[in-house]
């Protein structure tokens, strides 16, 4: 049960090859999300699940390979990697919004605005959230862990991560000065960078044990995914990405890809997966997987 000490940590299991580790994860943690939305008919039940379904689970990748290499298992860990993913699918929908990106498709399907309306879609949002933090209550680490992941998941999630970063992408959209290279960089390591962070963490943390390598390594990661991103934005299609596209250019907005160029967009982005894979060195090859999860994030088309 989530607080108790008994063996909840175990022999470091063997790495599986990342695309069969991120199809678990993705797996595992959509069925634990469902099980916990069992029953409910409900619109705003039905627009959790839809909101959830169709995401990569890299998040819950990062948190079950974290813990994998600090000896948890996967049962331990579960939890905290379904809180992260209720708590991303939760900012995608509140951030298509009309109110706010006014999107009409996301993962290749209606946004949950337009799939049901924009009541439902705020609900499910926020009860998406309320899910996340019970969820992560439910990781089954020390007492003390729990406290710290909870409080990390809280700050990643808030005014000073993703929250306050979507505000300052908001604001500048509207602003007189296009934003630099240095507030672009600060406002995304906030908007997509601190859950990827807290995700990457969250083993180390679940075990008591240094995390700043794979905060480190969450931090290259995160901001490598939003140059790949800003190159989707310019360079994807559609259908392959799954929701609109050139969206950015429409709006005048400063990205990596408007500051440097594509070229150079792309080294930045090969440089932090660089720096990301040199900080996970304390772990050997049994941090390959993660390696890997670095170099798909940049080659991704979707």
């Given at each position: 049960?989530?607080?108790?000490?008994?063996?909840?940590?175990?022999?470091?299991?063997?790495?599986?090859?990342?695309?069969?580790?991120l199809?678990?994860?993705?797996?595992?943690?959509?069925?634990?999300?469902?099980?916990?939305?069992?029953?409910?008919?409900?619109?705003?039940?039905?627009?959790?699940?839809?909101?959830?379904?169709?995401?990569?689970?890299?998040?819950?990748?990062?948190?079950?390979?974290?813990?994998?290499?600090?000896?948890?298992?996967?049962?331990?860990?579960?939890?905290?990697?379904?809180?992260?993913?209720?708590?991303?699918a939760?900012s995608?929908v509140?951030?298509?919004?009309?109110?706010?990106?006014?999107?009409?498709?996301?993962?290749?399907?209606?946004?949950?605005?337009?799939?049901w309306?924009?009541?439902i879609?705020v609900?499910?949002?926020?009860?998406?959230?309320?899910?996340?933090?019970?969820?992560?209550a439910?990781?089954?680490?020390?007492?003390?862990?729990r406290?710290?992941?909870?409080?990390?998941?809280?700050?990643?999630?808030?005014?000073?991560?993703m929250?306050?970063?979507?505000?300052?992408?908001?604001?500048?959209?509207?602003?007189?000065?296009p934003?630099?290279?240095?507030?672009?960089?600060?406002?995304?390591?906030?908007?997509?960078?601190?859950?990827?962070?807290w995700?990457?963490?969250?083993g180390?943390?679940?075990?008591?044990a240094?995390?700043?390598?794979?905060?480190?390594?969450?931090?290259?990661?995160?901001l490598?995914?939003?140059?790949?991103?800003?190159?989707?934005?310019?360079?994807?299609?559609a259908?392959?990405?799954?929701?609109?596209?050139?969206?950015?250019?429409?709006?005048g907005?400063?990205?990596f890809?408007?500051?440097?160029?594509?070229?150079?967009?792309?080294?930045?982005?090969?440089?932090?997966?660089?720096?990301?894979?040199?900080?996970?060195?304390?772990?050997?090859t049994g941090?390959d997987?993660?390696?890997?999860?670095?170099?798909?994030?940049?080659?991704r088309?979707?």
């Open positions: 049960m989530p607080g108790s000490l008994q063996a909840t940590r175990v022999a470091e299991g063997a790495a599986l090859p990342f695309p069969q580790a199809t678990l994860a993705r797996d595992a943690t959509f069925a634990l999300l469902a099980r916990h939305l069992g029953g409910l008919t409900d619109d705003v039940a039905q627009a959790m699940l839809y909101a959830v379904e169709g995401g990569k689970g890299l998040r819950a990748f990062l948190v079950l390979e974290g813990a994998r290499l600090h000896g948890f298992d996967r049962e331990a860990a579960l939890p905290a990697a379904a809180a992260i993913e209720a708590l991303h939760y995608l509140h951030d298509d919004l009309p109110c706010m990106d006014n999107d009409d498709l996301r993962r290749g399907k209606p946004t949950v605005h337009r799939r309306n924009e009541t879609a609900l499910a949002g926020d009860a998406l959230q309320g899910l996340a933090f019970q969820l992560v439910e990781a089954n680490c020390p007492d003390r862990a406290v710290a992941l909870v409080t990390g998941l809280a700050g990643a999630g808030g005014i000073l991560g929250v306050g970063g979507q505000a300052m992408d908001i604001a500048a959209e509207s602003a007189e000065v934003l630099t290279l240095d507030q672009i960089t600060r406002l995304q390591s906030r908007k997509t960078g601190a859950l990827i962070t995700s990457a963490a969250a180390a943390v679940m075990a008591e240094d995390a700043a390598p794979l905060r480190t390594y969450g931090d290259c990661l995160g490598a995914f939003q140059i790949a991103d800003d190159i989707l934005d310019v360079e994807g299609d259908d392959r990405v799954g929701k609109a596209v050139g969206k950015d250019a429409g709006r907005k400063a990205t890809v408007s500051l440097l160029g594509l070229d150079a967009a792309r080294a930045r982005a090969g440089a932090l997966v660089d720096e990301a894979c040199a900080a996970l060195s304390p772990y050997g941090a997987p993660l390696r890997e999860a670095a170099r798909f994030v940049i080659s088309s979707s």
